[in-house]
């Protein structure tokens, strides 16, 4: 009988994804957070058994604090699970401290072990226009980031978990990291663009300075952390070491990733952007 796979952060944006492509493909899951199925919560390592113990794989979403991963880590060796997928951000190597602190840590203690790993670094999701920090001011009709007008090539976390999915049930990827991303990059201002047609509702993108971004984020209350890691995100992404597609999806399940566009399409029905 195949061995269960593990998927931390069953309940967030890409695990329920990578739980669902899973179970679809005929594979026995474990979904695991404090609120999914399987409880599982980094705080409590008397949780941690019960996503290590028997599991032959496992989906990993770094920890917010990634004090106990050396320990999870160990354990999750110690289990004999043989293979890890640890959800990343591109561009890792040139963050340099300014962003992603989690992400960044994470890779070096997965990279660093004797696991059989695989490390998947994704671009900015679609959905982060739908489920996260952009669906608040599409719904008001104004985003205002400073982007220096870079393009970011959006992934549609459909694709990430089908990926995420096949790399957790074949060897071939082991010791790899790949770099995901949609087909094409946009600019901000052209895939607000894109969903104030599809939504039928005037949308604009505002292009601000750093401190002006800063300064927004503050005003809405967000914790001085935050104002940092997203101000960190947006220096990244003016440096444009991430702004080019790459093949990675394509070369994983033999088709190409899913363009804004059809994404866009696909959900404007659904009503998430209707005020
Ligand atoms: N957004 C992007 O565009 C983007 C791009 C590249 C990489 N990333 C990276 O993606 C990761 C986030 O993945 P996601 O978007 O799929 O997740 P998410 O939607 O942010 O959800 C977070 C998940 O972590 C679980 N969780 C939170 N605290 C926990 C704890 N103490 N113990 C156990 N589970 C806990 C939550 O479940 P419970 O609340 O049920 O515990 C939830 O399932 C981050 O590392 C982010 O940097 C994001």
Redesign the pocket.
């Known amino acids: 009988m195949e061995p269960d796979i593990s998927v931390?952060?069953?309940?967030?944006?890409?695990?329920r994804r990578v739980a669902a492509a899973l179970r679809a493909d005929g594979h026995p899951v474990r979904p695991a957070?404090?609120?999914?199925a399987v409880r599982?919560?980094?705080?409590d390592d008397d949780t941690w058994p019960a996503v290590t113990e028997g599991a032959g794989a496992l989906y990993l979403?770094?920890?917010e604090d990634p004090t106990p991963l050396p320990s999870f880590v160990e354990l999750v060796a110690e289990a004999g699970v043989t293979r890890v997928v640890l959800?990343?951000?591109r561009g890792v190597e040139t963050w340099n401290g300014r962003f992603?602190h989690?992400?960044a840590a994470a890779e070096d203690v997965v990279r660093g072990s004797d696991l059989s790993w695989t490390v998947l670094r994704?671009n900015?999701?679609m959905q982060?226009f739908t489920e996260?920090v952009w669906h608040e001011p599409m719904l008001t009709g104004r985003l205002a980031l400073p982007t220096g007008g870079v393009a970011e090539p959006f992934i549609d976390l459909d694709d990430l978990a089908a990926v995420a999915a096949h790399v957790l049930t074949t060897d071939r990827y082991a010791g790899r990291v790949l770099d995901l991303s949609g087909p094409a990059a946009l600019t901000y201002d052209d895939a607000v663009a894109i969903i104030a047609a599809a939504a039928g509702r005037p949308i604009r993108f505002e292009e601000i300075s750093p401190s002006a971004y800063a300064d927004e984020l503050r005003a809405g209350g967000l914790p001085e952390e935050w104002v940092a890691e997203l101000g960190g995100m947006f220096d990244v992404t003016r440096e444009g070491a991430v702004a080019d597609p790459t093949t990675a999806v394509e070369d994983v399940l033999g088709r190409p990733p899913r363009a804004f566009a059809d994404w866009v399409a696909h959900v404007a029905p659904t009503g998430v952007w209707a005020s």
Request: charged residues 15%; proline residues 3%; without cysteine.
């Open positions: 931390l952060g069953a309940s967030g944006k890409s695990g957070s404090r609120t999914a599982f919560d980094w705080q979403v770094a920890p959800l990343s951000g992603g989690a992400m994704a900015n999701f982060n996260d």
